[in-house]
């Protein structure tokens, strides 16, 4: 599926509703903004729930750092 949005002078857009519901995309949601070959990329930013669990599939320890410094800085 494929949608056209409009940047407003601001640089902000809207991401429509289709897909903020299919990623369960809320008020406040962290996103990641990434330049790809490709274009821009929009990645939801993994949060501390996201980490519970030795079986979570993003329980890397290297990602875990790197998660929890970006929350303790958002702490200070």
Sequence with gaps: MEYEVVVTR???TTIPAPLRKK???KEGTRMIVR???EGIVFI????IIDLAG???PNAELGEMRKNMDRLRNEDL
């Design 54 to 56: 030795s079986g979570s």
């Design 44 to 47: 939801l930013a993994i949060n």
């Design 23 to 25: 990623y369960n995309i």
């Design 35 to 37: 330049e790809t070959s």
């Design 10 to 12: 601001k640089g902000q």
